[in-house]
């Protein structure tokens, strides 16, 4: 069996070489697609079509013992879907996706199955890149001799395959360079992006969250690109000049965040956007704690669960639960009051990333800066929800898990510290 990418590109070629009535072949042309199809098969085709095979065979067993184990586990689910998912690719059926099925075991295996074969598929362009390359050189070599021959008809023949071949090949390419970035967050669970931003899993749900609050480098960079982002980020006077891209951004309109999810997904061909109320409410640790219902809005959720704090529910907040309105707030703004006998050390924004993250790998949450959401705060749609307390909380029924906030959407408060985090969406 030939590997069905490359037999497909060869075949296209030869078939539109016969479907073209004006040149029926050109010998020079057939015998170098023989060749070249020949070393591709023989360099990079056997040892992938031998890896295909032998992945398979892995799987086939991976399931088996998985069946074996569910049974024994007594865990009806998983054995279920490993004994269909067994029959499927025996009787010659592909792998599918890791989200097309609910059974956690048999994700993780198909996670690691569509690892493997991403990983043989670059191993696979690796070795076939250099034959396809010196390809192209001969059928610009050929192009010339027959237009020197006055073969023009069979000269241009030739050049539209040559440029349809480069065009296949720079698809295949990204396509290969595609399933190696999934393979990274697979093997990972999480993914960083160009900015440097790091993303975990949303347990529940198939998106994945930003650790960090977006900081003021990334909006900086988003800000340089974007004429209508006049607001430069304001810092603090007590924020280092020289740690400053590390704070988080504070003071923007949510529909400039949003435009910052806008620009970062065009620049990067993915879909990153604001956390949704209930995205955010998971990341918090209120899920299954909320009783949300379809007509659930942010204002009918506010304050309703009044036990859990972002650290857990103790009051006052323990020892390095987070940037709130502590002792270094009050020393810096006298006249304020502060959350008495707790000191974090930072009377305004810190660098994301100081304090602990919380168990799922997400740091500042309901802390450092509030942040914006996508959900509008009720159904009069006037004015967009935020979540989460700051560096100027102290007191306790402002930092509950379940508290937010509502500000209109295209105004930027100067005193409301408002920032926000993305979603990247996993789903093509
Ligand atoms: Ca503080």
Redesign the pocket.
């Known amino acids: 069996m030939k590997s069905p990418a490359l037999f497909l590109l060869l075949a296209t070629l030869f078939w539109v070489t016969l479907a073209r009535a004006e040149v029926k072949s050109v010998p020079e042309f057939d015998e170098l697609m023989t060749k070249y199809g020949n070393d591709v098969q023989l360099s990079a085709g056997a040892i992938y079509d031998a890896g295909v095979t032998e992945l398979k065979a892995k799987y086939v067993t991976a399931l088996e013992r998985g069946l074996k184990a569910a049974q024994e586990g007594g865990r009806l689910e998983d054995a279920l879907a490993f004994k269909e998912e067994s029959k499927k690719i025996s009787t010659g059926g592909e792998v599918a996706a890791e989200s097309e099925t609910t059974s956690a075991e048999l994700k993780k295996l198909r996670g690691i199955y569509h690892q493997s074969m991403a990983r043989l598929e670059q191993d696979k362009n690796k070795a076939t890149n250099p034959i396809i390359t010196a390809l192209i050189g001969s059928l610009d070599r050929l192009v010339v001799t027959l237009t020197k021959a006055g073969r023009l008809d069979e000269a241009l023949f030739v050049k539209q395959k040559k440029d349809k071949l480069g065009e296949e090949t720079s698809k295949a390419e990204v396509k290969a360079a595609e399933a190696a970035a999934a393979a990274v967050t697979l093997e990972k669970g999480t993914f960083t992006n160009t900015m440097g931003m790091k993303f975990v899993p949303l347990p529940g749900t198939e998106v994945l969250m930003c650790i960090h609050q977006t900081r003021n480098a990334d909006y900086a960079a988003f800000a340089a690109e974007t004429p209508s982002i006049k607001a430069a980020p304001v810092y603090a006077p007590s924020v280092p000049k020289d740690r400053s891209g590390e704070h988080p951004i504070r003071n923007v309109r949510q529909i400039d965040a949003v435009a910052f999810c806008e620009w970062l997904s065009k620049k990067e061909g993915k879909t990153y956007r604001l956390p949704t109320d209930e995205e955010w409410s998971i990341a918090v640790g209120l899920a299954g704690k909320e009783k949300r219902s379809k007509d659930s809005t942010p204002e009918s959720l506010n304050n309703k669960n009044t036990t859990d704090f972002p650290w857990g529910t103790e009051w006052p907040p323990p020892q390095g639960a987070g940037?709130?309105?502590?002792t270094?707030?009050k020393q810096e703004f006298p006249k304020e009051t502060c959350i008495e006998g707790y000191t974090?050390g930072?009377?305004v924004t810190?660098p994301v990333m100081t304090f602990k993250p919380n168990k799922m790998g997400l740091y500042d949450m309901g802390t450092n800066v509030g942040e914006w959401v996508a959900d509008w705060w009720n159904t009069m749609e006037k004015e967009r929800a935020y979540r989460g307390a700051g560096?100027g909380t102290k007191v306790k029924g402002e930092a509950f898990s379940s508290k937010r906030g509502h500000l209109r959407p295209d105004v930027a408060y100067g005193n409301a510290n408002l920032g926000f985090r993305c979603i990247l969406e996993t789903k093509k």
């Open positions: 940037n709130l309105g502590d270094a707030w974090d930072f009377p810190s560096f």
